[in-house]
């Protein structure tokens, strides 16, 4: 009777456990700033109290700040007044455990005008930027943003902001911790839904008749993902790069050959002979090309002539550039980067004055109209402490982009560079949560890590995964094409195109994902039926009949819009 009541036992818990399901994760974000918080996600995960209905409880006063807890038309919230010191203000302590990924969002508001507010963890004197929002008066804004930790142990939840004169306001705020095993699932479940699609196939025979037990095999010749890698222009005349390249990738953007300084090094002598040629040879070979850039807005990368112009010879040197490279290349570029780095750097708004993107941006267009126009940036995603290029500041600047007035909408893009230290992931998914609620195509457009050897290739498995996951992004590229001169921050082979391990890292993902002519095979069944989940990309497709041997071969492309298909009758 005891073996019994143990053995029940048993499996009463077995069957919970397998019951429990991982806590999905919301994916939504607001970018716009409303009269009222919505409802802490998660519930507010760990922390107490999130939604202030309960008044002080778990929340407390930081450095000097005073803390009131208020209402207003049915809402209850937390503030920090009377601030002397950026980070006077309302804090709650927390337990952080070492291995997990936490999600944070809060909802915030200032007393008057707008502020940059920064979400801080506090832990053993260190301190975690978990993720920033420009907060507004009058409305409450959404920050998300996300975390991990080195060591557990207890910490403590502040906010921060340069601006003294203002209170901050505080509501509805979340941090819930996944497991490695949860974020997992979390891919699978947005791949599943956004990267892959069921394909049916039915065999019959000339009758009409179901064919069961035919042989299927099915070839993905190309993802419809597209991925890709930075070149140069050593690839031309290279034929083991080519080779290695061609095999693996949709996609490319060239690190020089397009920019001002390759195509004009003397003014009004323009050489686009290397350009062309690498634009040549990608068509050949079915590959897409980003250009890259129209002009860049470092001051460290101008030509010294176009630094010595100003006034209306300036102008008319930048009117030159844009309209030869665009016009030349109209129609044939799978994107444009505009203005490069806009948000870090304002060599032409220096000198041309505020309006400069806006005119670059405009004439571009005017030029180009279906080519989509992307802004193109570093540290949104891999620096939470670069309150200069935040999601916050990175929609600003889109948002004046989108205000110009041009004949037809300007085609906008998101470029997130990905330029990659120590990736914190969480961070990185939530920040493109907050630029996926724009609705506009994302890309990582330069991928790379750099970090010790040891845990380099891991780094960038991370970063590629979680930008293929995502649902709104629409393509990614690296930035570690072979140079005999050395690669930028990492390579993916040798000179002898032999992969290193990063490389081995994009060949294990390509697998993953059907590239590399990943094959399925299968039988149909009693009904002529076979069905098979799929990445969405171009297949080739052959079945055998179970009693003649005999072949038959099509190609077909399997897209987002066939969530249910019809089948995919063939006759054998």
Not at 296 to 310: A, I
Not at 447 to 454: E, G, L, W
Not at 500 to 513: C, Q
Request: proline share 4%.
């Amino acid at each position: 009777m005891k073996l019994l009541l143990l053995l029940l036992a048993f499996c009463s818990l077995y069957l919970s456990r397998c019951e429990e399901k991982f806590v999905p994760y919301d994916y939504s974000a607001t970018i716009e700033c409303l009269e009222n918080p919505h409802k802490p996600q998660y519930n507010g995960g760990i922390i107490v109290n999130a939604d202030l209905q309960n008044g002080s409880q778990g929340w407390s006063q930081f450095a000097n700040a005073k803390v009131d807890f208020r209402e207003f038309g049915g809402n209850r919230f937390v503030v920090a007044r009377g601030r002397n010191q950026s980070y006077d203000s309302v804090s709650q302590k927390v337990y952080l455990e070492k291995g997990l990924l936490y999600t944070f969002s809060a909802w915030l508001q200032v007393s008057r005008g707008n502020a940059p507010v920064i979400a801080i963890f506090k832990k053993n004197g260190e301190y975690k930027h978990a993720g920033s929002v420009i907060a507004e008066s009058k409305c409450w804004s959404m920050l998300k943003g996300g975390l991990t930790i080195d060591e557990s142990g207890p910490a403590e939840l502040y906010f921060e902001s340069e601006d003294k004169t203002v209170e901050i306001w505080v509501d509805s705020v979340s941090l819930q911790p996944f497991t490695q095993e949860e974020w997992n699932a979390h891919h699978e479940q947005s791949i599943h839904k956004t990267r892959k699609g069921a394909m049916r196939i039915r065999a019959v025979n000339s009758l009409g008749e179901p064919v069961p037990n035919a042989t299927i095999s099915i070839v993905h010749n190309r993802l419809g993902f597209p991925f890709g890698c930075e070149v140069e222009k050593n690839i031309l005349g290279n034929q083991a790069y080519q080779n290695w390249f061609t095999k693996r990738f949709t996609v490319t953007t060239f690190a020089n050959e397009m920019k001002w300084y390759s195509t004009e090094a003397v003014r009004g002598k323009e050489d686009y002979t290397t350009a062309d040629a690498m634009l040549r040879f990608f068509k050949e070979h079915g590959i897409a090309v980003r250009g890259h850039n129209i002009v860049w807005n470092d001051p460290k990368y101008q030509l010294s002539w176009v630094t010595s112009l100003s006034g209306n010879d300036l102008y008319n040197a930048v009117k030159r550039r844009v309209s030869s490279v665009v016009s030349r290349y109209k129609g044939q570029l799978l994107s444009w980067d505009v203005v490069n780095e806009n948000l870090h750097f304002s060599f032409f708004e220096s000198k041309m004055g505020p309006q400069a993107s806006y005119y670059i941006y405009a004439l571009a267009h005017s030029i180009d109209p279906r080519t989509t126009m992307f802004m193109n940036e570093f540290n949104t995603l891999e620096q939470p402490g670069d309150s200069g290029s935040s999601p916050a500041r990175y929609l600003g600047k889109l948002r004046e982009l989108q205000s110009i007035r041009v004949a037809g909408n300007i085609q906008l893009g998101i470029g997130l560079e990905s330029h990659f230290n120590t990736p914190n992931i969480p961070y990185m998914r939530s920040a493109l949560d907050t630029l996926a609620a724009t609705g506009l195509p994302i890309w990582l457009t330069e991928v790379d890590v750099q970090a010790p050897p040891n845990v380099q290739a891991n780094y960038f498995e991370q970063v590629l995964r979680e930008g293929h996951a995502h649902p709104q992004v629409k393509g990614m590229v690296t930035w570690s094409g072979y140079s005999p001169s050395g690669c930028y921050k990492m390579c993916l082979t040798d000179g002898n195109f032999r992969n290193l391990p990063t490389g081995d890292v994009v060949d294990k993902l390509l697998r993953e994902w059907g590239g590399l002519r990943g094959q399925t095979t299968g039988l149909t069944d009693a009904d002529g039926f076979f069905q098979a989940s799929l990445f969405h990309g171009d297949y080739d497709i052959s079945i055998a009949h179970p009693l003649t041997n005999s072949t038959v071969s099509h190609c077909f492309k399997l897209n987002s819009d066939d969530s249910q298909p019809s089948p995919f009758v063939v006759h054998v």
